[in-house]
C-alpha cells in the first residue's frame, strides 16, 4: 500500500514561471491536505480539499495560489508567477475521512525560485 | 486563537539518557494532539494521537501522554537513530493541524 506520493521532489523555477506540485494521497483517502515549511519556520496549512470541493483555503495567499483535487487524477497546487519568498517545502497530507484520525503525510516538494 | 509551543527548542542528550520533550497548547475544546517525527528532508512520520486528558501511548522507546493543557513525549533510553525533529500539533477549526516549532532532538552515541 503505498503511501501519500508528491512530485516532483525537487522544482526549481525562475522568478515569474508557474509551479504546479503533484499529490497522490493513500488508496482509499479522500481528503487531501497541503501545508507549506518556510525555512526555519513551522508547518503552515494552506487548503483542505475532498473531491471536487475545496473545504477550508484559509491559510492560502489570495493571490497566485491555488488547488484543485478533480475526480481522476491527484490533487495539485498550482503558484502563478512564482517570486523568492515561495521557495519553501510544501508538504501533502491524506487522511480517510477526518483529522481526528491519523494523517499521513508525503515526503514534500521542495521549491526553489532563482 | 490557537497556539502550540514547543520545548525546548533543541536538546542533546548522551545515548541512554532519558528524557521528556514538552507541548503546551491553548485550543477551544480539544478535539485531538498530534505527535509526529520529521528527519531532514523528510516528511513528517506520524507517531500518535491522543484525544483526552490522562490518556497515554506508547511505542518502542517512545510514550505520549497529555493533560488539559500540554503533552509529552518521553523517551527512554534514546539511541541515535531518534535523533530527528518531533512536531506536535491540535487540530484547529473543522480539519486543519495547528503545528507547534518543533524540538530538535540529537541523541550522541
Known amino acids: 500500500n503505498a503511501g501519500v506520493m508528491q512530485n516532483p521532489r525537487h522544482l526549481v523555477r525562475r522568478r515569474g514561471q508557474e509551479a504546479r506540485l503533484r499529490c497522490s494521497p493513500m488508496?482509499?483517502?479522500?481528503?487531501v491536505y497541503w501545508y507549506r515549511q518556510l525555512p526555519e519556520e513551522g508547518l503552515k496549512f494552506m487548503v483542505y480539499l475532498q473531491k471536487e470541493n475545496i473545504i477550508d483555503e484559509s491559510g492560502m495567499p489570495k493571490e497566485r495560489f491555488s488547488a484543485e483535487f478533480p475526480k481522476e487524477g491527484p490533487s495539485i497546487l498550482r503558484i502563478q508567477q512564482v517570486v523568492r519568498g515561495d521557495s519553501a517545502a510544501y508538504f501533502c497530507a491524506s487522511s480517510s475521512d477526518s483529522m481526528n484520525t491519523e494523517a499521513f503525510f508525503g515526503q514534500g516538494t521542495r521549491l526553489t525560485v532563482v | 486563537e490557537d497556539q502550540v509551543t514547543q520545548s525546548p527548542e533543541a536538546l542533546r542528550l548522551q545515548e541512554g539518557e532519558s528524557s521528556s520533550l514538552n507541548c503546551s497548547y491553548t485550543?477551544?475544546?480539544?478535539?485531538?494532539l498530534f505527535w509526529y517525527r520529521q528527519d531532514p528532508g523528510k516528511g513528517p512520520e506520524f507517531l500518535f494521537t491522543?484525544?483526552?486528558a490522562g490518556e497515554e501511548k506508547e511505542k518502542e522507546r517512545l510514550k505520549a501522554t497529555l493533560t488539559k493543557k500540554e503533552s509529552f513525549l518521553h523517551i527512554t533510553a534514546p539511541k541515535p537513530e531518534d535523533s530527528a525533529t518531533y512536531l506536535c500539533a491540535v487540530i484547529q477549526g473543522a480539519q486543519k493541524l495547528v503545528f507547534g516549532q518543533g524540538t530538535r532532538l540529537t541523541i550522541n552515541p
Open positions: 491522543l484525544y483526552s
Open positions: 488508496k482509499g483517502h479522500s481528503h
Open positions: 485550543v477551544s475544546g480539544l478535539r485531538g
